[in-house]
């Protein structure tokens, strides 16, 4: 077994993989920001070593896996190469990582996290499946011939590997900060695409499913009430949840139930059935662990207070706003539906403006916090001001004014954004308590 020291334990990736490697056996330990992120928790419980950043961590006996967040000036990663220590690159050495399992690879702009988590669940009612998630979560089976992980497309990042399959979600204009235009970002999928091995499984309303059926040797796609591949029918939705009929090519499969709510996580379901489909797995296993998943950390993580439903979610994007309030008005018909919304980079947030804004607007309520920035840009041309200017009846809000939230005794009060919009609703919950 080896010894692998993190630099940058604590970015989603890093820290499923960190869980990953550990479950197998290997020794691990890594360094990072003393502030606490919530994807540390689960390192901690694994007893999993945490350092604050220091060139002392940098010692002989050890692989350093280099989070892609840091520069080659970072002190840790420059002193490793230095002392001649082996150094590599999360994507990197996920790719070869992966190489000794059946892949299974989820990307797509919007959705991996969920989908991801949704397949690494039900796959595993059939076959053991190791996988990493992109909320922080990742789990190993030392004796798992399959691995499910989450993709990213940013910078390019997925073209490091060779799965066996993949599901793309969709592909949608974002990360402003790398990709020039939606040009760009079709250009990355089609290139990830040609080096998927077996089948890919994609969203057949994708306006850009065309352009990767020309570069990929098998696309199966999947929709709902559609003449795709893969075809949901009958939905019905209950207290319990969501219901419906599963068909592909043609053939009736079989009936399935969900606890969850959403046209988008009947899609992501149906990815996951496709998957399940094409590598043969247990068709009743599968069935039967759609009905006990729970979902994944920060996509619509409920807690009830009072009679008040507190929701966190990861959606920092406009199409992921629009879907999780579809969630919430799914589950919550007869509800006040309230959204407080962390905006996430500048760029971002200029370059989607007029969609955050129109998304904004299907809830009840809207406010919005101040704009989180990244490490690469800390600030813009732009406030969250510029946003709520055009949403009809928004706010701003700050930690100070929390209290205001008071008034929607009765609403769903979604928190949202991928920045720390966290500490805005523990403070509110503390508030309530």
Request: hydrophobic share 35%; proline share 3%.
């Amino acid at each position: 077994m080896n010894k692998y020291h993190f630099i940058g334990i604590k970015g989603a990736g890093m820290s499923a993989l960190a869980q990953v490697l550990h479950d197998i056996g290997h020794t691990v330990q890594g360094s990072d920001i003393t502030a606490e992120v919530f994807t540390e928790g689960p390192l901690r419980k694994k007893n999993i070593k945490i350092l604050p950043f220091s060139e002392d961590n940098v010692v002989e006996g050890f692989t350093y896996i280099a989070g892609n967040a840091f520069k080659d000036d970072h002190p840790e990663i420059k002193k490793a190469r230095e002392k001649g220590y082996e150094v590599i690159r999360y994507h990197i050495f996920l790719a070869d990582f992966m190489s000794k399992y059946i892949s299974i690879a989820v990307t797509g702009s919007h959705g991996k996290t969920s989908t991801t988590g949704l397949l690494s669940h039900v796959m595993n009612g059939s076959v053991d499946t190791t996988y990493l998630i992109g909320d922080g979560t990742g789990f190993g089976l030392p004796k798992s011939e399959y691995f499910a992980f989450e993709s990213c497309e940013y910078k390019r990042h997925f073209l490091s590997y060779y799965p066996d399959y993949a599901i793309i979600t969709n592909i949608d204009f974002d990360h402003p900060d790398y990709f020039e235009d939606i040009a760009d970002v079709v250009d990355a999928f089609k290139e990830m695409a040609s080096q998927v091995q077996k089948c890919i499984v994609m969203y057949g309303g994708d306006p850009y499913v065309s352009d990767i059926k020309k570069v990929s040797k098998r696309v199966l796609t999947y929709g709902i009430d559609s003449d795709d591949d893969i075809v949901a029918s009958n939905v019905e939705v209950s207290e319990e949840g969501t219901s419906f009929d599963v068909t592909i090519n043609g053939k009736y499969l079989d009936r399935f139930q969900t606890p969850m709510f959403g046209d988008h996580l009947i899609l992501n379901s149906l990815a996951v059935i496709g998957v399940s489909y094409l590598d043969n797995l247990d068709l009743e296993a599968i069935k039967a662990s759609f009905l006990s998943y729970g979902g994944v950390k920060r996509r619509f993580s409920e807690t009830k207070l009072h009679n008040m439903v507190i929701v966190d979610d990861y959606a920092h994007h406009p199409k992921e706003i629009e879907a999780t309030l579809e969630t919430a008005r799914k589950k919550y018909p007869e509800r006040e539906i309230i959204s407080v919304f962390q905006p996430h980079t500048f760029s971002r947030t200029e370059k989607f403006l007029n969609e955050f804004a129109s998304a904004l607007s299907l809830s009840d309520k809207a406010y919005i916090v101040d704009i989180f920035g990244s490490a690469r840009e800390e600030s813009g041309n732009l406030s969250s001001k510029d946003l709520v200017d055009i949403i009809p009846g928004s706010e701003l809000l700050t930690e100070a004014n929390l209290e205001g939230l008071d008034r929607h005794s009765d609403g769903v009060i979604i928190f949202m954004g991928a920045g720390d919009i966290q500490k805005y609703e523990k403070r509110f919950t503390e508030l309530l308590s």
